[in-house]
């Protein structure tokens, strides 16, 4: 939901991690600034972020005037919507890094544990893992 004459695309490094730089992409439209994605990005630990090829934000804007939040994940891109806070940078990151979820000794714990970080955690293995 970007038209290409307004597609922003940064390569931006951060000091904990040098020598790999991450691809972050943007929709002039947007309700973050660069700086702000930036930011956020920069606040999700190296050996998480290094899992995600690219983070895109795109605008919120709806017909009727209102924003709408949203965040999503595929494999190792993150596709984010309006503006969000920093922690939902985090738990999208937390997608990519999830190779847990779906295996047994962790579904069997979920399965067996009603003490979960929220009730979003409730939704799926997978989000209870990205929240934890």
């Not at 984010?80 to 047994?104: I, N, P, Y």
Request: hydrophobic share 35%; glycine share 4%; net charge negative.
């Amino acid at each position: 939901n970007c038209a290409l004459s307004k597609l922003e695309v940064y390569n931006v490094t951060y000091n904990d991690c040098t020598a790999y730089p991450w691809t972050i992409c943007r929709c002039a439209d947007a309700q973050l600034s660069v700086d702000q994605m930036r930011n956020a990005i920069g606040r999700v630990p190296p050996g998480a972020r290094s899992n995600v090829v690219h983070y895109f934000v795109v605008s919120g804007d709806k017909p009727d005037g209102t924003i709408s939040t949203s965040a999503g994940s595929s494999n190792d891109r993150v596709l984010l919507r309006g503006s969000l806070h920093d922690a939902v940078f985090m738990h999208e990151t937390m997608h990519s890094v999830d190779k847990f979820s779906s295996k047994q000794p962790f579904t069997d714990a979920y399965n067996a544990d009603s003490c979960v970080p929220d009730a979003y955690s409730n939704a799926s293995p997978a989000e209870d893992f990205a929240q934890l």
